[in-house]
Protein backbone atom coordinates (compact mmCIF):
# COMPACT_ATOMS: atom_id res chain seq x y z
CA UNK A 1 0.00 0.00 0.00
CA UNK A 2 1.55 3.24 -0.66
CA UNK A 3 1.57 6.24 1.50
CA UNK A 4 -1.40 8.27 -0.25
CA UNK A 5 -4.22 5.32 0.13
CA UNK A 6 -5.29 6.58 3.27
CA UNK A 7 -4.59 10.26 2.86
CA UNK A 8 -7.04 13.25 2.17
CA UNK A 9 -7.11 14.63 -0.97
CA UNK A 10 -4.38 17.84 -1.03
CA UNK A 11 -7.88 20.75 -0.55
CA UNK A 12 -8.92 18.71 2.35
CA UNK A 13 -5.35 18.41 4.13
CA UNK A 14 -5.27 21.89 3.45
CA UNK A 15 -8.73 22.36 5.23
CA UNK A 16 -7.74 20.41 8.39
CA UNK A 17 -4.29 22.35 8.72
CA UNK A 18 -6.19 25.79 7.87
CA UNK A 19 -8.22 25.18 10.89
CA UNK A 20 -5.89 24.31 13.33
CA UNK A 21 -3.99 27.01 12.37
CA UNK A 22 -6.64 29.71 11.94
CA UNK A 23 -8.46 28.62 15.62
CA UNK A 24 -8.54 31.23 18.15
CA UNK A 25 -9.70 31.56 21.56
CA UNK A 26 -12.71 34.44 20.92
CA UNK A 27 -13.76 37.33 23.85
CA UNK A 28 -14.53 39.84 21.72
CA UNK A 29 -15.74 39.71 18.56
CA UNK A 30 -19.14 38.01 18.80
CA UNK A 31 -22.20 39.03 17.00
CA UNK A 32 -25.43 38.91 18.26
CA UNK A 33 -26.72 36.31 15.20
CA UNK A 34 -27.83 32.89 16.49
CA UNK A 35 -26.32 29.69 15.87
CA UNK A 36 -28.11 27.31 13.31
CA UNK A 37 -29.25 24.23 15.20
CA UNK A 38 -28.21 22.10 12.49
CA UNK A 39 -24.69 23.95 13.18
CA UNK A 40 -24.83 23.69 16.39
CA UNK A 41 -25.84 19.69 16.10
CA UNK A 42 -22.68 19.47 13.96
CA UNK A 43 -20.28 20.90 16.18
CA UNK A 44 -21.82 18.37 19.20
CA UNK A 45 -21.31 15.60 16.84
CA UNK A 46 -17.95 16.67 16.11
CA UNK A 47 -17.21 16.37 19.95
CA UNK A 48 -19.04 13.71 20.35
CA UNK A 49 -16.68 11.94 17.87
CA UNK A 50 -13.47 12.36 20.11
CA UNK A 51 -11.53 9.81 21.35
CA UNK A 52 -11.92 8.71 24.70
CA UNK A 53 -9.87 6.28 26.30
CA UNK A 54 -12.07 2.76 27.12
CA UNK A 55 -14.53 3.98 24.63
CA UNK A 56 -16.12 5.30 27.75
CA UNK A 57 -17.46 8.84 26.54
CA UNK A 58 -17.34 10.59 29.63
CA UNK A 59 -18.68 13.76 28.54
CA UNK A 60 -21.71 15.72 28.62
CA UNK A 61 -22.67 19.34 27.06
CA UNK A 62 -24.70 21.77 28.94
CA UNK A 63 -26.24 24.55 26.09
CA UNK A 64 -27.24 27.61 28.26
CA UNK A 65 -28.69 30.47 26.69
CA UNK A 66 -30.61 31.57 29.87
CA UNK A 67 -29.95 35.08 30.62
CA UNK A 68 -30.21 34.04 34.40
CA UNK A 69 -27.96 31.30 34.30
CA UNK A 70 -24.84 33.14 32.17
CA UNK A 71 -25.06 36.52 34.75
CA UNK A 72 -24.53 33.90 37.38
CA UNK A 73 -21.70 32.47 36.02
CA UNK A 74 -20.13 35.83 35.00
CA UNK A 75 -20.58 36.72 38.37
CA UNK A 76 -18.04 34.27 39.39
CA UNK A 77 -15.96 35.09 36.77
CA UNK A 78 -15.76 38.49 38.12
CA UNK A 79 -14.98 37.26 41.57
CA UNK A 80 -11.82 34.79 40.38
CA UNK A 81 -10.91 37.19 38.04
CA UNK A 82 -10.28 39.76 40.31
CA UNK A 83 -7.98 37.53 42.40
CA UNK A 84 -6.01 36.43 39.21
CA UNK A 85 -5.61 40.74 38.88
CA UNK A 86 -3.61 40.52 42.26
CA UNK A 87 -1.08 38.02 41.04
CA UNK A 88 0.46 39.96 38.30
CA UNK A 89 2.26 43.57 39.29
CA UNK A 90 3.65 46.50 37.42
CA UNK A 91 3.19 46.32 33.06
CA UNK A 92 1.95 42.54 33.57
CA UNK A 93 -1.22 43.92 35.99
CA UNK A 94 -1.91 47.24 34.39
CA UNK A 95 -1.87 44.87 31.08
CA UNK A 96 -3.98 41.48 32.40
CA UNK A 97 -6.64 44.24 33.35
CA UNK A 98 -7.16 45.71 29.60
CA UNK A 99 -7.34 42.15 28.29
CA UNK A 100 -11.04 41.05 28.05
CA UNK A 101 -11.04 37.19 28.94
CA UNK A 102 -14.67 36.56 28.61
CA UNK A 103 -17.68 36.42 26.19
CA UNK A 104 -20.49 34.95 28.55
CA UNK A 105 -22.84 37.21 28.27
CA UNK A 106 -22.09 39.05 24.90
CA UNK A 107 -22.32 35.12 22.46
CA UNK A 108 -25.26 33.84 22.25
CA UNK A 109 -25.17 30.09 23.29
CA UNK A 110 -22.40 29.27 26.10
CA UNK A 111 -21.81 25.63 26.28
CA UNK A 112 -20.18 23.91 29.46
CA UNK A 113 -18.73 20.07 28.59
CA UNK A 114 -18.22 18.18 31.43
CA UNK A 115 -16.70 14.58 32.68
CA UNK A 116 -18.50 12.39 34.46
CA UNK A 117 -16.29 10.68 36.79
CA UNK A 118 -17.92 7.27 37.23
CA UNK A 119 -19.05 6.66 33.51
CA UNK A 120 -17.78 2.74 32.35
CA UNK A 121 -18.12 1.79 36.32
CA UNK A 122 -14.72 1.36 38.44
CA UNK A 123 -12.90 -0.34 36.19
CA UNK A 124 -12.23 1.30 32.28
CA UNK A 125 -9.77 -0.29 30.13
CA UNK A 126 -6.74 1.38 29.91
CA UNK A 127 -7.73 3.69 32.81
CA UNK A 128 -5.97 1.71 36.03
CA UNK A 129 -2.71 3.48 36.13
CA UNK A 130 -3.64 6.98 35.20
CA UNK A 131 -7.11 7.88 36.25
CA UNK A 132 -6.91 11.43 34.81
CA UNK A 133 -7.69 9.90 31.10
CA UNK A 134 -11.44 10.48 31.49
CA UNK A 135 -10.70 14.37 32.01
CA UNK A 136 -7.92 14.06 29.25
CA UNK A 137 -10.79 12.38 26.72
CA UNK A 138 -12.82 15.28 27.36
CA UNK A 139 -10.28 17.71 26.21
CA UNK A 140 -10.39 16.09 23.28
CA UNK A 141 -13.35 16.31 22.83
CA UNK A 142 -13.46 20.11 23.34
CA UNK A 143 -10.77 20.49 20.91
CA UNK A 144 -12.96 18.10 18.09
CA UNK A 145 -15.50 21.10 18.90
CA UNK A 146 -13.13 23.87 18.32
CA UNK A 147 -12.05 23.08 15.00
CA UNK A 148 -15.20 22.37 14.01
CA UNK A 149 -16.50 25.45 14.79
CA UNK A 150 -13.69 27.24 12.76
CA UNK A 151 -14.35 24.88 9.86
CA UNK A 152 -18.38 26.87 10.45
CA UNK A 153 -17.58 30.08 10.83
CA UNK A 154 -18.03 30.05 14.55
CA UNK A 155 -16.03 31.55 17.41
CA UNK A 156 -15.16 29.82 20.72
CA UNK A 157 -13.99 31.29 23.70
CA UNK A 158 -12.87 28.97 26.77
CA UNK A 159 -13.89 30.65 30.34
CA UNK A 160 -11.08 28.97 32.63
CA UNK A 161 -11.20 31.70 35.37
CA UNK A 162 -14.49 30.07 37.19
CA UNK A 163 -14.51 28.39 40.26
CA UNK A 164 -15.28 24.78 39.29
CA UNK A 165 -17.40 24.08 42.64
CA UNK A 166 -19.90 27.26 42.35
CA UNK A 167 -20.10 26.52 38.62
CA UNK A 168 -21.10 22.90 39.25
CA UNK A 169 -23.74 24.03 41.80
CA UNK A 170 -24.89 26.43 39.36
CA UNK A 171 -25.24 24.68 37.00
CA UNK A 172 -26.57 21.82 39.06
CA UNK A 173 -24.53 18.81 38.36
CA UNK A 174 -24.45 15.92 40.10
CA UNK A 175 -21.22 15.13 42.30
CA UNK A 176 -19.54 12.69 40.24
CA UNK A 177 -19.41 15.11 37.25
CA UNK A 178 -16.93 17.53 37.31
CA UNK A 179 -17.07 21.10 34.90
CA UNK A 180 -14.19 20.75 32.67
CA UNK A 181 -14.92 23.46 29.79
CA UNK A 182 -16.84 26.65 30.05
CA UNK A 183 -17.48 27.91 26.17
CA UNK A 184 -18.88 31.11 25.35
CA UNK A 185 -19.97 30.23 20.94
CA UNK A 186 -21.33 32.37 18.36
CA UNK A 187 -20.54 34.20 14.76
CA UNK A 188 -17.34 36.56 14.83
CA UNK A 189 -16.83 39.91 12.99
CA UNK A 190 -13.09 38.78 12.38
CA UNK A 191 -10.70 35.92 13.69
CA UNK A 192 -7.45 37.37 14.67
CA UNK A 193 -4.47 36.87 12.60
CA UNK A 194 -2.44 35.67 15.49
CA UNK A 195 -3.81 34.98 18.87
CA UNK A 196 -4.95 37.91 21.02
CA UNK A 197 -2.57 37.20 23.70
CA UNK A 198 0.47 36.84 21.37
CA UNK A 199 -0.88 40.05 19.56
CA UNK A 200 -0.91 42.08 22.44
CA UNK A 201 2.21 41.28 23.68
CA UNK A 202 1.35 38.83 27.11
CA UNK A 203 3.65 35.91 25.33
CA UNK A 204 5.04 34.91 22.10
CA UNK A 205 4.92 31.53 20.43
CA UNK A 206 7.50 29.26 21.36
CA UNK A 207 9.91 28.27 18.41
CA UNK A 208 8.81 24.44 17.84
CA UNK A 209 12.30 23.38 17.13
CA UNK A 210 13.29 24.46 20.66
CA UNK A 211 10.66 22.24 22.32
CA UNK A 212 11.29 18.96 20.04
CA UNK A 213 13.78 15.92 21.95
CA UNK A 214 15.53 12.90 20.63
CA UNK A 215 15.20 10.04 22.17
CA UNK A 216 15.32 11.65 25.96
CA UNK A 217 14.74 14.78 27.68
CA UNK A 218 17.13 17.53 26.56
CA UNK A 219 18.99 15.93 23.42
CA UNK A 220 18.10 17.90 20.41
CA UNK A 221 17.60 17.00 16.94
CA UNK A 222 20.57 16.20 14.98
CA UNK A 223 20.50 18.17 11.91
CA UNK A 224 18.52 16.53 9.25
CA UNK A 225 15.52 15.90 7.35
CA UNK A 226 13.39 16.30 10.34
CA UNK A 227 14.93 19.32 11.66
CA UNK A 228 15.02 21.58 8.15
CA UNK A 229 11.00 20.34 7.91
CA UNK A 230 10.42 21.34 11.54
CA UNK A 231 12.10 25.06 10.79
CA UNK A 232 10.50 25.60 7.86
CA UNK A 233 7.13 27.54 9.12
CA UNK A 234 5.48 27.30 5.25
CA UNK A 235 5.32 23.61 5.77
CA UNK A 236 2.26 24.08 7.84
CA UNK A 237 0.50 26.38 5.95
CA UNK A 238 0.64 24.68 2.56
CA UNK A 239 1.16 20.82 3.33
CA UNK A 240 2.31 19.03 0.29
Known amino acids: MSTSDNRFSASERHGLYRAIRERRDVRSQFLPDPIPPAVLARLLQAAHHAPSVGFMQPWDFVVIESREVREAVRAIFERENEKAAERFSGDKGVLYRRLKLEGILESPVNLCITCDRSRGGPHVLGRNTILETDLFSVCLAVQNLWLAARAEGVGVGWVSILDQGELAKTLQLPQEVYPVAYLCLGYVSEF ?15 PLHELVHRDVWGQPLEAGPLETAIRDKGAFDKPS
Not at 192 to 206: C, D, N, V
Open 192 to 206: LSRPELEAKGWRARL
